[in-house]
């Protein structure tokens, strides 16, 4: 306590009262804080009086009260599992008797009346089953994951149950750092959602600049650092350890390439290409050194990016490793599956480089050569004026060309064609030399070695047409140009020039780039004149060249954006596209889902990303859930609907195959149809021989062994290369253009009988496959085949002339009718290019034109009825005028004989019902033992929540002996000792009482008492 001494010395009243007065008060201040620590109980009532014991006290009383929340979400989270465990009770007595009303129903004991009632037993079952799935506590669905506001279970037309909940589960804190589930979805207890079509593809998308680095290596990502790059002389190093995605390595390494911080900065310049698998780096070739990419210090980020490189390369590139990234929801689907091969067209200098990419992906394109041609080269006259490039493709090899013009003089123009196609002869010279008349002609020499390819005539005496003869008999033994006078500048060229000796020229041709392989794009241009911008024009405006090719700037290229494109192309510069690997996705076709019943077409072509794929797949009516698969390579279907069939197919084309998601495929195992209880040969015994026998259309039949297959692509190779299936009327087994199941199809039909399949030696296998119906031992016939057709118009705006296939079939579909002039009327058909050609004469008639089809024979052609074109017309319509469709070949369809269904309880009662109305007395067993697995499952089930509740109890008593706890700490820190504080208070008050007497003395005090 504090006590302020009395003033002994000579100083004033004033001062002597002031300080009484200040000890008085002290005194008064002690008294009231002792005494509201004795009425409250409390040591402090603001944090100043103790701030260290304060702050302690603070964060205690804020742990018991989160502890008093836990109190509270531990006794809702028992309620929750509580009501769970009676739901999960109920059900288990309802299978439970279900089983025992299957088994008593089954076998020769029971007859049909009673298995009809026990059947609708089952279906009254399956109504309480659905009920309690849809059970409400507290005002949340017990079974409808984290969809609260949803009816976890609809039961549809009495047939199928669709689950509308998800697999997400209900978490709250059990205690300040753990988080404990209190409910089990619907999925975990009923089994609501199927098995996984899963996605067999790898769709493996490619490295792009957007590309996450924590998705490369499979999602192992990359552990950022630096990486020094050297060229030899300077080393940089380039620190990445901020970057986020690819581009941003790519922009880090350019930035800072070799010597930029020297004194003077270097001048070297480093490229990062990204290409389909990873990082592409090179040194500017003018430089020189050796690239070099290494780790700085025991980093790992270079060889993670897959560019470490400590080895001699030069200046690169340094190709580096397939980064693998993994697939995301925005990945694009442009960037799956494969990658269109492509180039770069490289010129000298700066804002002319143009990169080629293919227009599909795969490898088709690779090998296709772009090469730049100065047109004045293969021209008498002026070539072309910049902004007129044209553009040529050439399948096969071309050879090569110079026009040579010797002088301005007529009737010298001559034209050299290369004797072999392809590049062999590009870059020759053609010199020209003149020597003294010596009665030696003309004379031809080519150095092979310097390219140059040298004429030499007689002064006065040769003339053009010498040239062109001696050209030409050269040739003929081995030369390495033909020649004709070339007349497309002088139409009257006729070769009598006689060149004199200020002819000669050393220079007079060069061939350039005009010979090409096969597989060529040849550009031509103006030299020195035409633009990177106005090729791209030219390649993307030629109809032929955009069905190939893209063009665009490579952007590396320029510096200034407003310059880019604008450098002349070098007429030496040429690229051939590389790269290319892979499928080109199918978007268009689409995929069918066939679930609970109905067939389901799923349009995908507006997909942009995984993503929206997978929202147009969840967000159908076909009842499925889509996800990407855990390692993020492909995705996985999965059906909501209990009770029926679920299937994904093709709509046509091959759209679910490439997404890998096709549940029926030349990979499916035999033993895993018809829901598991595969095919057989027979029963009791097995036999040895053929199983089925294919009767064709044409009367030839063969007889099929399947003893050996094991997968469904075994089957239809059986089919396919058996020794008695060849000729016109071969039968091709494959798997259905439209959803599942094998198809056998007859292209080419006859008359004599009908496709049919024949049982033998009593196997199984046609009726397990549905090649049969069940207990018949032949197949119906097959659907009758129709041709194919195609309305067109042969006078314009007048589509009324019919074209029918003369056969049955596929064979004419997609035949594309095209009408070309030509001196006389006739038809060509071309199979293999799929082209009905109709060559029209100038006046020729409509009649004129059918009666050419019809001659030509693959089309019936006939004015259809009512038409308004006579057969007297003129033809005036040109180009393609039409495309066949709809051409049906014999086909036998055995259906889909590999359904996924949702093996859970409510798919159970369903069957079950209808195995019980059909005594199908196979399926009730199969079923039996899915009731059992279902019945383990709720079982497992309950356990766990029973194992929750009892984590409970266990919590909430450690939580009861934590409070206390805490509860006692925070006393020690806060609460006042109520023996110590009246102590103090007595004492106080006894010192308050000396400090009151001390002042009335001291008061009373005169000058009389001092003398």
Known sequence: MAISPVPTTRVSDLLTRQRLLAQAQLDQQELFRLQSQ??????????????????????????????????????????????????????ANLLANIRGTALGSIGIQSNDSQ????????????????????QKFRGRYLFAGTNLTQTPFSLEDNKFVRYNGNEGTLSSYADIDLLLESNVNGSQVFGALSAEVRGTADLNPIVTAAT???????????????????????????????????????????????????????????????????????????????????????????RDLGIFNDTNVGTGPIAGGDLDPRMTLTTRLADLLGVRASATVASAGQNNDILIE???????????????????????????????????????????????????????DILLTATTAGVGQNNTTIALAVRSADAGGVQINFNATTKTYTISVEDGVSTASDIVNAINADAGTGGAFTAALDSSLDATNDGSYVFVAGDVNPLAGNTGQSGGEANTLFV????????????????????????????????????????????????SASAITAGGAGIEFDQDSGLQITNGGTTHTIDVSSAETIEDLLNLLNGSSAGVVATLNAARTGIDVRSRISGGDFGVGENGGTTATELGIRSYTSDTRLDDLNHGRGVHRSAPTEF???????????????????????????????????AGNTGAGKVTARLAEFGNGIELVEEIVSTTATLQVERLNLSNIAWDLGLIAQGESISSPAATPSPATATIALVTGQPDVQLTAAAAGTLADDVTIRLVSGATTGATFDGASKLLTVQVAPGATVANVLSAINTEGTFAAALASGATTAPGDTVTATGDVGVTDGGQSATI??????????????????????????????????????????????????????ARQQGLDVLNQRLDTEVIDLKSVLSNEIEVDLTEAISNLVAKQAAYQASLQMTAQTVRLTLLDYL
């Not at 500017?284 to 025991?298: F, Y």
């Not at 044209?390 to 026009?403: E, I, K, P, R, W």
């Not at 069905?547 to 007429?571: C, H, N, Y």
Request: charged letters at 20%; a negative charge; aromatic letters at 2%.
């Open 212 to 302: 996450r680095l924590s998705d490369l290596n499979g999602g192992e990502g990359v552990r950022l650092g630096s990486i020094a790059v050297s060229d030899g002389t300077y080393t940089s190093i380039v620190d990445l350890s901020r970057a986020a995605n690819v581009g941003d390595i790519v922009a880090a390494i350019e930035a800072a390439p070799p010597g930029y911080d020297a004194d003077p900065p270097s001048s070297r310049t480093v490229r990062v290409d990204v290409t389909a698998t990873g990082l592409q780096i090179s040194l500017d070739s003018a430089g020189g050194g050796d690239l070099r990419i290494r780790e700085v210090g025991n980093g790992f980020t270079a």
């Open 358 to 412: 293919a227009k599909l992906r795969g490898a088709a394109q690779n090998g296709l050569a772009v090469q730049f041609v100065d047109d004045n080269l293969v021209h008498a006259g002026p070539g072309l004026l910049a902004g007129n490039e044209t553009v040529v493709y050439s399948a096969n090899a071309v050879a090569a060309q110079a026009s040579v013009e010797f002088n301005s003089t007529p009737n010298n």
């Open 688 to 722: 040895v021989g053929a199983d089925i026998r294919i009767r064709r259309s044409d009367g030839a039949s063969f007889e099929v062994d399947l003893s050996a297959a094991r997968s469904v692509g075994e089957v239809l190779d059986a089919i396919n290369n058996h």
């Open 115 to 134: 298995r009809a009632a026990a059947a609708i037993e089952v279906q009254r079952a399956l109504q309480q089953l659905v009920d309690v799935g849809n």
């Open 38 to 91: 004795i009425s409250t109980g409390q040591r402090i009532s603001l944090p100043s009086e103790d701030a260290p014991a304060a702050g302690r006290a603070i964060e205690l009383q804020r742990l018991i009260e989160r502890k008093d929340q836990v109190r509270s979400n531990l006794q809702t989270n028992n309620t929750y599992l509580g009501a769970t465990d009676v739901a999960l009770g109920n059900v």
């Open 524 to 571: 031509y241009v103006q030299s020195g004149e035409t633009t990177a911008n106005q090729v791209i024009d030219a390649i993307n405006g030629d109809s032929t060249a955009s069905a190939l090719v893209t063009a665009s700037i490579d952007p590396k290229d320029t510096r200034v954006l407003a310059e880019q494109g604008t450098g002349a192309v070098s007429t």
């Open 893 to 946: 369809a055995t259906g889909d004989r590999n359904p996924v269904e949702v093996e859970g309880v409510f798919n159970v009662l369903i069957r079950l019902a209808d195995a019980l109305n059909q005594n199908d007395i196979l399926e009730v067993e199969r079923l039996l033992a899915q009731l059992d697995a279902s019945a383990d499952n709720v079982t497992l089930s309950r356990a766990e929540v029973g």
